[in-house]
């Protein structure tokens, strides 16, 4: 089984300042990763596929990079709504994991 | 727009099995280039993909849970269905439905229901 690590497990930041989430892979897992975002008590909701592509209806202040083992979420510019939790997911060959998740939290 | 709603009970005995249902509305189940996932999430932990299904009947599943996991699909109702058997306590969790995109480019979750919380106790 491929296992996800993040980090950090929380990161605060100031409203208009730029995140950096960082999410690793045990294996490689090309680009085959996802990110998603969840608010407390809500579902969580896909932003990036394909490691670097944008969800329908995603702002692009969201951005997504890597491959292979290394992954990286950008936020260029926080918004008051962007504070939640973020995990990343990887998708090798019919089996899906998630990170342990990054909680952004106002500084 | 589609939405997806997931129902069933929210407690469940220990060694039990406990059966949630999704329904689709706003679109239908049977669209090709998607499969119906189902994901977990313990109360203040991570997520946990359970497995997917396609309209076909055709199914994957976490080799973790394989073994106590069915999901079925029913396409006359739009629905489709979890069943885990042999519950204990680790598997209270909120559960929720999701469509799942299947193609070339990627596999992601991207129209998830609300969720449902289900917590296994006598």
């Known amino acids: 089984e491929i296992v996800m690590t993040q980090s950090p497990a929380t990161l605060s930041v100031s409203p208009g300042e730029r995140a950096t989430l960082s999410c690793r892979a045990s294996?490689?897992?090309?680009?085959?990763l996802a990110w998603y975002q969840q608010k407390p008590g809500q579902a969580p909701r896909l932003l990036i596929y394909?490691?670097?592509t944008r969800a329908t209806g995603i702002p692009a202040r969201f951005s997504g990079s890597g491959s292979g083992t290394e992954f990286t979420l950008t936020i260029s510019s926080l918004q008051s709504e962007d504070f939640a939790v973020y995990y990343c997911q990887q998708y090798n060959n019919w089996l899906f994991t998630f990170g342990p998740g990054t909680k952004v939290d106002i500084k | 727009q589609l939405q997806l709603q997931e129902s069933g009970p929210g407690l469940v005995k220990p060694s039990e099995t406990l059966s949630l249902t999704c329904t689709v509305s706003g679109g239908s189940i049977s669209s090709s280039s998607y499969y119906w996932g189902w994901i977990r999430q313990p109360p203040g932990k991570g997520l946990e993909w359970i497995g997917s299904?396609?309209?076909?009947?055709?199914?994957y599943y976490n080799p973790s849970l394989k073994s106590r996991v069915t999901i079925s699909v029913d396409t006359s109702k739009n629905q489709f269905s979890l069943k885990l058997s042999s519950v204990t306590a680790a598997d209270t969790a909120v559960y929720y439905c999701?469509?799942?995109?299947?193609?070339?480019?990627?596999?992601?979750?991207?129209?998830w229901g609300q969720g449902t919380m289900v917590t296994v106790s006598s």
């Open positions: 294996q490689s897992v090309s680009s085959n």
């Open positions: 999701a469509r799942h995109v299947h193609t070339v480019v990627t596999d992601a979750f991207d129209i």
């Open positions: 394909g490691a670097s």
């Open positions: 299904i396609y309209y076909s009947g055709s199914t």
